[in-house]
């Protein structure tokens, strides 16, 4: 179902340091998976994508892993910078539909 | 990516008053498209389906009457919020649909006096 919450965690991180970000989604039936980051009063912006033939995909300075037995998503972003401070969404798309489920958001802010 | 756009970006209202937004494709043809309501440090929580030539899907507990959608082309689809409320003051995002992919507009802050 839908992810709801009253309030964003948040990852506070060094600059230059690198950065996990953690998703738990929902269905067990889905079979895309794509990362975004979202600025403050702006729509989301596409990081990564994976599939769910897959574990692991590699972008520049991002990785997204997929473990499918525990439901659970993460993106690593290498060598954080202040530009990458953001509130990041994981979004799952159900298999036989084009509909995403976002997932609840956790807020990066990077630290000088 | 493709290019998605909204207009107007910001809208404020009086409440009882109707609003449209517009979210247009600039660079392929989308049969679908998505409407998303966010509320303040919430996440994205999915409004309805628009499909080009038919009715929209709605979510569950989404009114269907109070949240117009038409999609009258392959490059348009429009959300008006019928007699608005403050309650449904919130920043409106749409996407287009490109198969598995989904492209989205940079929202409308919609602000309900």
């Known amino acids: 179902g839908e992810s709801v919450g009253l309030h964003l965690p948040t990852l506070s991180v060094q600059e230059g340091d690198n950065s996990i970000i953690n998703c738990a989604y929902s269905n067990s039936a889905s079979d895309y998976f794509i990362w975004y980051k979202q600025e403050s009063g702006k729509g989301p912006q596409f990081i990564i994508d994976i599939r769910s033939n897959m574990d692991k995909r590699q972008g520049q300075r991002v990785t997204v892993l997929l473990n499918k037995t525990v439901k659970h998503l993460s993106l690593q972003i290498a060598a954080t910078q202040p530009g990458d401070s953001a509130v990041y969404f994981c979004?799952?798309?159900?298999?036989?539909?084009?509909?995403?489920?976002f997932g609840t958001g956790t807020r990066l802010k990077v630290l000088a | 990516g493709a290019v998605v756009s909204q207009h107007p970006s910001r809208v404020i209202c009086k409440s009882g008053t109707s609003v449209k937004i517009e979210c247009r494709s600039l660079d392929f043809q989308a049969t679908t498209m998505f409407w998303y309501r966010q509320f303040p440090k919430q996440s994205l929580m999915l409004m309805a389906t628009s499909n080009e030539g038919s009715k929209a899907t709605y979510e569950q507990g989404v009114e269907k009457d109070k949240f117009l959608i038409n999609h009258a082309s392959l490059t348009l689809s429009t959300l008006t919020v019928t007699s608005a409320h403050p309650e449904d003051s919130s920043f409106y995002i749409c996407s287009a649909s490109g198969g598995d992919e989904q492209f989205f507009g940079p929202g409308t802050r919609l602000t309900v006096l």
């Open positions: 979004a799952e798309k159900v298999l036989g539909t084009y509909k995403y489920i």
